[in-house]
């Protein structure tokens, strides 16, 4: 086995970026080197193991045994420095406070900000913001973004993310204040005109996607991006909502379910990638952020019950 003190600190970080990224590309994007500077560290890599390390495939490149012997090791001595510089302040200077950026549904922004600032030892620094969803995973996997709450869609195994399942949920109709009277049937419910809430630019939201293959279409007023703003506009339009149950309930609003023949379902996961599997302060938001939603289960359910 090689000795680790043959290898300078650039190299074990490189080993590790095109280990986990299976990318030499995206490998150079996360330490922010041109690719030509990435393939020469990979070529030093080669020389010192006496070994290809990563073979090319038509995905990227994937690890040899020797490889796979070497990861554990260069991962663990990583973390260990990480950790010492993390809690090593630079001299005559205040600590630098780490941003944890999140990407998640705006409603569950507020919930998610108080159950962070709870915990008195997460000392990271919560940014808020909402990725593309056909960006946001690529954004995970080159370190742009820490952590995604978006719905459950397919992952490749070669790009380094792990996915927690969150919630289950139904989607439902709600209403404000200026709606007297939720739908009764299926057609008042199409008729009714609603208020979309969709990042996307343009195209269908995920429940009129649904929608759509049933042969069935609402009546769309006014498209949003903020689920809060439309919260504001449903007090003071009589406009419908179809939102999942859950979102309905921390916005506060009067919801039913909907006049369906059969129910439309919300898979909600978080994503991560995985090089926080080591990092404490990480796993400790992400355990958090699972307890919030599964109390948020617990609390609708009550709910239902009562």
């Not at 944890?100 to 940014?127: G, H, K």
């Not at 008042?188 to 195209?203: A, H, K, N, W």
């Not at 909600?268 to 090089?275: A, D, F, Q």
């Amino acid at each position: 086995m090689l000795d680790l003190r043959q290898l300078d600190l650039n190299l074990l970080m490189a080993f590790d970026a095109i280990y986990h990224q299976r990318s030499i590309t995206r490998a150079a994007e996360v330490m922010g080197l041109t690719q030509p500077a990435m393939s020469n560290a990979l070529r030093r890599l080669r020389l010192l193991c006496d070994d290809p390390l990563f073979i090319k495939t038509h995905l990227g490149v994937a690890p040899t045994l020797v490889a796979h012997r070497l990861s554990g090791s260069i991962r663990e001595a990583l973390d260990s420095l990480r950790e010492a510089l993390r809690h090593t302040p630079a001299a005559h200077a205040a600590p630098a406070q780490r941003s944890l950026r999140i990407s998640c549904p705006d409603a569950f922004q507020p919930l998610l900000l108080e159950t962070l600032l709870e915990n008195p030892d997460f000392d990271w620094q919560p940014r808020f913001y909402q990725s593309r969803r056909r960006e946001a995973l690529q954004e995970l996997a080159t370190g742009k973004l820490d952590l995604l709450i978006d719905l459950d869609q397919p992952l490749s195994q070669q790009n380094g993310l792990r996915k927690l399942p969150l919630l289950s949920d139904q989607y439902v109709f709600a209403y404000g204040a200026a709606l007297t009277q939720p739908p009764r049937t299926r057609e008042e419910y199409l008729r009714t005109p609603q208020i979309q809430v969709s990042q996307r630019r343009d195209g269908l939201a995920p429940v009129d996607l649904e929608l759509g293959l049933r042969g069935q279409r609402r009546n769309i007023a006014v498209s949003v991006q903020s689920a809060l703003a439309a919260r504001v506009i449903a007090d003071r339009q009589p406009l419908g909502l179809t939102l999942p149950g859950r979102v309905a309930q921390v916005l506060g609003l009067q919801h039913c379910p909907l006049p369906l023949e059969q129910p439309l379902r919300l898979e909600l996961c978080l994503y991560v990638e995985s090089r926080y599997r080591f990092e404490q302060a990480v796993e400790r938001a992400i355990r958090q952020v699972q307890q919030t939603f599964a109390g948020l289960v617990r609390t609708t359910r009550r709910s239902a019950g009562a």
